[in-house]
């Protein structure tokens, strides 16, 4: 299982970025996958999270901004993030795992074994 994040960078507060999890060795649709994000000096906090069925699970700051999907023709999960603060400024992760998982656990991070590098989110 690899997972390679991209999409990061810098952008004003209120805007939108668009970060992507290319996936290889399985495929999304028989995972749970989720957004997990570390600030500076900060624990990881699971930002939201998508189950094999497509079910969407998300963190109280991220619930009417941020939107998790994946393609399964190209393989790839997203997350559509808007109305930036610069409280989400972080690293951002993507990390899978096989199901099941319960839905009260998908936010934590410790439950997934596979991660990308990370990808750089600042909002400034």
């Known amino acids: 299982v690899q997972l390679v994040e991209s999409g990061g960078g810098l952008v004003q507060p209120g805007g939108s970025l668009r970060l992507s999890c290319a996936g290889s060795?399985?495929?999304?649709?028989?995972?749970?996958v989720a957004w997990v994000r570390q600030a500076p000096g900060k624990e990881r906090e699971g930002v939201a999270a998508i189950e094999d069925d497509g079910s969407t699970t998300y963190a109280d700051s991220a619930k009417g901004r941020f939107t998790i999907s994946r393609d399964s023709t190209k393989n790839t999960l997203y997350l559509q993030m808007g109305s930036l603060k610069p409280e989400d400024t972080a690293m951002y992760y993507c990390a899978a795992d096989e199901p099941p998982i319960p839905q009260s656990y998908l936010l934590y991070e410790h439950i997934y074994r596979f991660w990308g590098q990370g990808t750089q989110v600042t909002v400034s």
């Open positions: 060795g399985f495929t999304f649709r028989t995972y749970n």
